[in-house]
DNA sequence: TTTATTTACGAAATCGTTTTCGTAAACCGG
DNA sequence: CCGGTTTACGAAAACGATTTCGTAAATAAA
């Protein structure tokens, strides 16, 4: 079965390569009568266009990018789908990358992009990334990129995040009110903007209210689950053990439900639980777990929109450059207050 | 800043371009000295060659396509990381789409590849397919597909999947042996093998053990969520409502646990619940799902490994055409027998 | 020393599309 | 009826890499 192409169609009706090629891309070149034909052949006989060819020859791919640093976990999974479904609309081909907290793997996806690989990129940095200039490089080299939710500070890139501020604010606030007065914050990486937007929200939350920050309270955990464990237990069960904990990233309030239970720690009973969140299970959970849910889909939806806006009409750059969707707190039974 | 490519480094060099190419290659047709220089300037000029073109002159991407029916999903999730930690490391790129369970979008998906656009598949069918003639299209154009969980029975194509007709008995035995007698069945399919073979073993439990099987009893699910709430409450609140519930689709295990809290029943004591799930915070929901937890992990890394033993040496065909990676049935306090 | 073979490279065709440009033929106004 | 403009198409040059083939020079074999 020979494969067919431009050149089978051209010979079979009799036309040339380039008269077809018109005709597919309905040019007002072509005769009405010329396009019937050549449409109807091609229906026939199925034909689908080459896509290294064509993108060899237009300089774009029709192929965007989306580099996370996890797949499991569910705001990079709900952010996906907003990107994909946008992509798909447009019709759009999208590469899935992931860095696995990765400096390295990220660069050396990254650099990848400099062959025209893809029309445009979306990424959210990882928890060891320090500096962006990978990233700034493809854009230099006229790749449009667009930051989400882990993003870059002072970047003059496109950029989508939630009220990461605030949202530790909230969150910490909330605790407070719900009378808890150790209260713990958990990250994973000291370096991301994000973790330290929440932080600082957590923080300012501490001393509107009067409270002392301790620093022994402010975890950010190691990338290996031993140790993770090991250091989260040494914080339960020591003296100077919290009453309350805002997990900055999801995983953490896993860990923390997995060794309360473990070390028979009731919540909210003895530990409030708040975590930034989008476990779909977090009313479910034993006991349901308060979040701080973040607009997952819409940002990978906005962030989608924003690239192709910057890909289709790159003179334009009227675009926001920061857009902020807020997210929202869920207060739930793990931090419930109880009589008593 | 003009792009680098082949030529650019050829002129500069005082060398042809099929030399560059070959030595870059490190073709034995090159002297020593010769890719020196040209490993070096292609080092400093950070040259990357271009896929397109690539793919165009040779026959192949080293791009591979996943399709999956939804990502919100742990099991697809996490299939999914087990399929790009392969790719990754075989240096192949991994386009994503979802189907979002419509059989006419995974057949346009699929059309599209038969331009060579990627190397090869791995799909795991919507819940609408009900033939696969769009899929076997593929194979007979050359291009290798591997089908994972969600399969289709009576194909030649190589399959991964894990042991769901006798999971299927396995959970319904569990439930039977917690004094459950009368256990419905839900899925959201009921086209799927997968969901035939896990009712098959549901069926056949029930028969081993003398217990009537009954329609009513055996849910198919609509896509859209109301109408699921809608014939789920009447399930559970209807004169011949169950008391033990085999969930052989993760969201429909969601769903009874948020209809039971807002019914006001209470699990295990009034209904019994076991899902097939991958959910990493089923230990942790209220109370502890029991699952069926199946290796989606190992699965994707199966499917991606065979999939490329299929792609790099496309002759023998020695590999094994079904694999089955058993399921573990993890009972929790959703299945507890309470003494009383 | 002559012939055969290897070594190291370049010219050019090729992959399948897109796009520019050239040009017959048809059509137009005057 | 004649210069000028459309109209509808084809030839050919890209895009950037790979690969086949040809060939001078260098080396080996006889």
Sequence with gaps: MQTINLKTLASALGLSVSTVSKALQDSHEISPET??????????????????????????SKIIAVVIP??????FTLAMKGIEVVAQQKGYHTLIYLTYESLTKEQTILHDFQSGRVDGLIISLSGQTTHID???????????????????EGTTLPLITTNDLESGYLATQHLIRQQCRRIAFLSVSDSLSITRQRQQGYLNALTDSHLPSEPDLMLTLPA?????????????????????????????????????????????EQLKVI???????APLL???????????????????????GLIERKSLRTMLPLQCIPSVLIP???????AG
């Design 286 to 308: 034993n006991p349901s777990l308060s979040t701080i849910t973040q607009p997952a889909f819409d940002m990978g939806e906005a962030a989608a929109r924003t690239l192709f």
């Design 332 to 338: 739930r039974r793990s931090t419930q207050l109880l």
């Design 224 to 268: 290996h689950a031993a140790d993770q464990e090991a250091i989260m237990t040494q914080l339960l069960t020591g003296p100077k053990a919290p009453d309350g904990i805002v997990a900055s990233v999801e995983k953490t309030a896993i860990l923390t439900y997995q060794l309360c239970e473990k070390l028979h720690l009731s919540i909210p």
């Design 134 to 152: 990978h990233v700034t490089a493809l854009e230099r080299k006229g790749i449009p990129v667009v930051l989400f939710d882990r993003i870059f």
């Design 35 to 60: 396009k019937q034909r050549v449409w109807q052949l091609a229906r026939e006989l199925d034909y689908v266009p080459n896509p290294h060819a064509s993108s060899l020859r237009r300089k774009r």
């Design 70 to 75: 996890e797949v499991a976990d569910s705001f």
């Design 275 to 281: 975590s930034f969140s989008n476990l779909e299970t």
